[in-house]
């Protein structure tokens, strides 16, 4: 039965009619189909017949809808449209190829093709530049960088953005494009002004030789220099960089050893020695008084990956830590600064504070106070994690770090530079320790090797001894009051007692190098000796004698080179001598903290102890081995971090004047600090503000109630017993 039409339909139909009768009349009833358009099926037909006709160009993947019937409803079966699909036509304008006027003259088929070739050219000179900045971001970067280059910079509303700014932006841009095409950079930079505003003449000549040494020193700046006083100009990139420069520079006007009582000869002040040996009670005792206060007194995002070590500054006057993340930046926190969001306030609000009390002031909320970010190391991955961070034992006025893009960087706070010292070609870095005089590096890698490096000399001259067969060595110590004894804390569970003079008296082997070594170039590839010479030189070497003269002939070189061995139940994550180079603290994967701290261990690991016990001269022969290497104290500690986050590495303050004592993280949360002999001195934590593991720990060199922590995140707090 057909379906009944609507009165409409009707009429419709009766029109369709009528007008092709007119057209067949007029003969044009093909005119329609002759120019283009398809003819409409009418009602007449079966709607399957429609539907069949619809189906060929379900090939376009349309949505596709049923029509309604005016006046009908869907779930009306009588109506004539509800087999009809309504076909949604795929857009072809980004395949469309575009179309050519077949009349166009030959001046108008010049001009097009010169537009379609310019094109083509801008194309692929964008594709070269995307790919050499691929490159580039993939690389570590081996040459001197400016403070400008490195520090992070907060996003500002585009009516702030001064000039400099946007001029230093389009330089790096028009970097890169001289690179894309194969040629040196040629930009003037803007002219240098220090705070005052005096101009300064631009000096950048130096780097000519710098520039031309490797395509990716063809980034390295103009350096401007105060001939005055040596102090690299404000360049005014950005106000995060100024603020730091100016804050760096505020920090290099006094000097802090890393030293206390003892000067870099290793001899002892007697009287602080009486007095530390005197007061022991009352010393822990003031500890416990002084830890109880402790409280969290800031939290801040220092970094943005996870804190993976840190290091605290040791002037007085401040709370200075700076903590190396998992992608290779150096965040830096001033806790008791303003926070640029405090600044903005207080901008706005300047009348208002001026007529504030001082008591007001004090109650001010200071937010979380002053970060900077510092990306040190490059590609800012997993791959240039910082691993370590110290300061200049000397002076303190500047930074070390090394990280696993196999590299080590010192930034100095009065220029803002950060040179790379030292790089190896795929073996990462894992720790680092100075000498007494800070000329000498001894470095540790996650091969199962040590270096030395003098700084005084050429880096390619350093050496290499491979004390593992392929284990890891975690960390490394140097005794700061001999300066020979050498802890090493490797993955084989073991921890060695290793004498550094005996290392550097054995035989210099032959360089064997890579056929791509550039002697000038900036990967060292270092006087390698093989873990079979150094096995062969413990089994039957001769050690040679450090005493003055020639001597007798030294000992067995097992018993002279390597001084003691302590195994652990697993791998040894850290092992680190204290401030007085008496004690040993070591963290291991078996949930044990170990102390050393025997009578036999302290006569024999420091000559100066000559003061303070009389013991015969035997025990402190260099050549006669350890009488004892045991741990004195043991203490129970859950160290099973896990893979997310750093591992446990308990940590000796740096305060010499104050009783010993350490910190370490907790997996509940928490921060624990317990004394030389083991007893718990503090356990803080705060359930309401922290909810995260404290991994990395250190402690103020000067002051015993504070202390800093971070966590997996970045975020990072600062513990005092004082209010800030």
Same mark, same amino acid.
């Given at each position: 039965?057909?379906?009944?039409?609507?009165?409409?339909?009707? *009429?419709?139909?009766?029109?369709?009619?009528?007008?092709?009768?007119?057209?067949?009349?007029?003969?044009?009833? @093909?005119?329609?189909?002759?120019?283009?358009?398809?003819?409409?099926?009418?009602?007449?037909?079966?709607? !399957?017949?429609?539907?069949?006709?619809?189906?060929?160009?379900?090939?376009?993947?349309?949505?596709?809808?049923? =029509?309604?019937?005016?006046?009908?409803?869907?779930?009306?079966?009588?109506?004539?449209?509800?087999?009809?699909?309504?076909?949604?036509?795929?857009?072809?304008?980004?395949?469309?190829?575009?179309?050519?006027?077949?009349?166009?003259?030959?001046?108008?088929?010049?001009?097009?093709?010169?537009?379609?070739?310019?094109?083509?050219?801008?194309?692929?000179?964008?594709?070269?530049?995307?790919?050499?900045?691929?490159?580039?971001?993939?690389?570590?970067?081996?040459?001197?960088?400016?403070?400008?280059?490195?520090?992070?910079?907060?996003?500002?509303?585009?009516?702030?953005?001064?000039?400099?700014?946007?001029?230093?932006?389009?330089?790096?841009?028009?970097?890169?494009?001289?690179?894309?095409?194969?040629?040196?950079?040629?930009?003037?930079?803007?002219?240098?002004?220090?705070?005052?505003? +005096?101009?300064?003449?631009?000096?950048?000549?130096?780097?000519?030789?710098?520039?031309?040494?490797?395509?990716?020193?063809?980034?390295?700046?103009?350096?401007? *220099?105060?001939?005055?006083?040596?102090?690299?100009?404000?360049?005014?990139?950005?106000?995060?960089?100024?603020?730091?420069?100016?804050?760096?520079?505020?920090?290099?006007?006094?000097?802090?050893?890393?030293?206390?009582? =003892?000067?870099?000869?290793? !001899?002892?002040?007697?009287?602080?020695?009486?007095?530390?040996?005197?007061? !022991?009670?009352?010393?822990?005792?003031?500890?416990?008084?002084?830890?109880?206060?402790?409280?969290?007194?800031?939290?801040?995002?220092?970094?943005?990956?996870?804190?993976?070590?840190?290091?605290?500054?040791?002037?007085?006057?401040?709370?200075?830590?700076?903590?190396?993340?998992?992608?290779?930046?150096? $965040?830096? %926190?001033?806790?008791?600064?303003?926070?640029?969001?405090?600044?903005?306030?207080?901008?706005?609000?300047?009348?208002?504070?001026?007529?504030?009390?001082?008591?007001? =002031?004090?109650? !001010?909320?200071?937010?979380?106070?002053?970060?900077?970010?510092?990306?040190?190391?490059?590609?800012?991955?997993?791959?240039?994690?910082?691993?370590?961070?110290? /300061?200049?034992?000397?002076?303190?006025?500047?930074?070390?770090?090394?990280?696993?893009?196999?590299? +080590?960087? @010192?930034?100095?706070?009065?220029?803002?530079?950060?040179?790379?010292?030292?790089?190896?070609?795929?073996?990462?870095?894992?720790?680092?320790?100075?000498?007494?005089?800070?000329?000498?590096?001894?470095?540790?890698?996650?091969?199962?090797?040590?270096?030395?490096?003098?700084?005084?000399?050429?880096?390619?001259?350093?050496?290499?001894? *491979?004390?593992?067969?392929?284990?890891? +060595?975690?960390?490394?110590?140097?005794?700061?009051?001999?300066?020979?004894?050498?802890?090493?804390?490797?993955?084989?569970?073991?921890?060695?007692?290793?004498?550094?003079?005996?290392?550097?008296?054995?035989?210099?082997?032959?360089?064997?190098?890579?056929?791509?070594?550039?002697?000038?170039?900036?990967?060292?590839?270092?006087?390698?000796?093989?873990?079979?010479?150094?096995?062969?030189?413990?089994?039957?070497?001769?050690?040679?004698?450090?005493?003055?003269?020639?001597?007798?002939?030294?000992?067995?070189?097992?018993?002279?080179?390597?001084?003691?061995?302590?195994?652990?139940?697993?791998?040894?994550?850290?092992?680190?001598?204290?401030?007085?180079?008496?004690? +040993?603290?070591?963290?291991?994967?078996?949930?044990?903290?170990?102390?050393?701290?025997?009578?036999?261990?302290?006569?024999?690991?420091?000559?100066?102890?000559?003061?303070?016990?009389?013991?015969?001269?035997?025990?402190?022969?260099?050549?006669?081995?350890?009488?004892? /290497?045991?741990?004195?104290?043991?203490?129970?500690?859950?160290? @099973?971090? $896990? =893979? %997310?986050?750093?591992?446990?590495?308990?940590?000796?303050?740096?305060?010499?004047?104050?009783?010993?004592?350490?910190?370490?993280?907790?997996?509940?949360?928490?921060?624990?600090?317990?004394?030389?002999?083991?007893?718990?001195?503090?356990?803080?934590?705060?359930?309401?503000?922290?909810?995260?593991?404290?991994?990395?720990?250190?402690?103020?060199?000067? %002051?015993?109630?504070?202390?800093?922590?971070?966590?997996?995140?970045?975020?990072?707090?600062?513990?005092?017993?004082?209010?800030?």
């Amino acid at each position: 039965m057909p379906p009944k039409l609507t009165d409409y339909e009707l *009429q419709r139909q009766q029109n369709i009619e009528a007008n092709q009768a007119l057209l067949q009349q007029l003969k044009l009833d @093909q005119s329609a189909t002759s120019i283009g358009f398809v003819p409409v099926a009418t009602s007449s037909k079966p709607p !399957k017949a429609l539907k069949a006709k619809a189906q060929p160009r379900k090939s376009t993947g349309t949505k596709k809808r049923k =029509r309604q019937s005016k006046g009908g409803s869907d779930d009306d079966d009588d109506s004539d449209s509800s087999g009809e699909e309504v076909i949604r036509r795929a857009s072809t304008r980004r395949t469309r190829r575009r179309m050519v006027d077949p009349n166009e003259t030959k001046e108008e088929r010049e001009k097009r093709e010169e537009e379609e070739e310019k094109r083509a050219l801008e194309e692929e000179k964008k594709m070269k530049a995307d790919a050499e900045r691929a490159r580039l971001a993939s690389m570590p970067r081996h040459r001197t960088l400016e403070l400008w280059e490195v520090v992070a910079e907060e996003s500002e509303p585009e009516s702030q953005a001064d000039s400099e700014g946007e001029t230093g932006r389009s330089q790096r841009r028009d970097i890169s494009d001289a690179i894309t095409d194969g040629g040196e950079p040629d930009i003037e930079a803007p002219p240098l002004t220090d705070d005052e505003g +005096i101009s300064v003449k631009m000096e950048g000549d130096e780097d000519e030789e710098m520039s031309n040494a490797s395509p990716r020193k063809a980034f390295s700046s103009p350096v401007s *220099q105060n001939k005055d006083n040596g102090v690299l100009s404000n360049r005014g990139k950005g106000p995060n960089e100024r603020k730091l420069r100016s804050f760096l520079e505020d920090v290099t006007r006094s000097v802090y050893p890393r030293y206390g009582i =003892r000067d870099i000869s290793g !001899k002892v002040d007697p009287e602080a020695e009486d007095k530390e040996s005197n007061d !022991k009670k009352s010393g822990k005792q003031k500890l416990k008084e002084d830890m109880k206060r402790m409280r969290v007194a800031a939290i801040a995002k220092v970094t943005d990956d996870r804190i993976y070590s840190m290091a605290y500054h040791p002037d007085k006057t401040k709370d200075l830590m700076f903590f190396g993340d998992k992608h290779g930046q150096l $965040g830096i %926190w001033d806790p008791h600064a303003l926070s640029p969001k405090d600044l903005e306030a207080d901008d706005e609000e300047e009348d208002d504070v001026r007529s504030r009390s001082k008591s007001k =002031r004090k109650k !001010k909320d200071r937010g979380q106070g002053q970060t900077w970010q510092l990306q040190l190391h490059w590609p800012a991955t997993s791959k240039s994690s910082v691993s370590g961070v110290k /300061f200049d034992p000397v002076n303190g006025h500047s930074v070390y770090t090394s990280s696993y893009d196999c590299s +080590i960087r @010192q930034t100095h706070f009065n220029t803002g530079q950060s040179d790379e010292i030292y790089a190896l070609d795929d073996i990462l870095i894992s720790s680092f320790d100075f000498s007494q005089t800070g000329h000498e590096l001894w470095i540790s890698d996650t091969k199962g090797g040590i270096t030395f490096l003098d700084l005084r000399a050429d880096k390619h001259d350093a050496r290499r001894w *491979q004390l593992s067969e392929n284990q890891k +060595i975690g960390s490394i110590s140097l005794n700061p009051t001999d300066g020979w004894s050498l802890l090493a804390s490797c993955n084989d569970r073991s921890l060695k007692l290793w004498d550094t003079r005996q290392l550097l008296s054995m035989p210099i082997p032959t360089r064997s190098v890579s056929s791509s070594y550039d002697a000038s170039g900036p990967i060292v590839e270092p006087y390698e000796t093989e873990y079979d010479a150094v096995s062969d030189w413990l089994k039957g070497g001769k050690g040679k004698s450090p005493t003055k003269g020639k001597g007798r002939a030294g000992a067995n070189g097992s018993d002279a080179t390597l001084r003691g061995t302590w195994m652990h139940g697993y791998s040894v994550s850290s092992a680190y001598w204290d401030p007085s180079g008496t004690r +040993i603290l070591s963290t291991s994967y078996d949930n044990k903290l170990r102390g050393t701290l025997s009578l036999a261990s302290l006569s024999l690991l420091c000559d100066a102890t000559l003061s303070v016990w009389d013991l015969p001269r035997k025990y402190l022969l260099p050549e006669e081995p350890l009488k004892s /290497f045991r741990p004195a104290v043991v203490l129970d500690h859950d160290c @099973q971090t $896990g =893979r %997310w986050l750093t591992v446990f590495k308990a940590q000796w303050s740096q305060n010499p004047e104050a009783y010993p004592y350490f910190s370490v993280g907790d997996m509940k949360h928490s921060l624990k600090l317990f004394a030389a002999d083991g007893e718990l001195l503090a356990d803080l934590r705060d359930k309401e503000k922290i909810t995260a593991v404290q991994a990395v720990t250190a402690t103020h060199p000067a %002051w015993t109630n504070r202390a800093g922590t971070g966590n997996a995140s970045g975020k990072c707090i600062f513990w005092s017993g004082e209010k800030i």
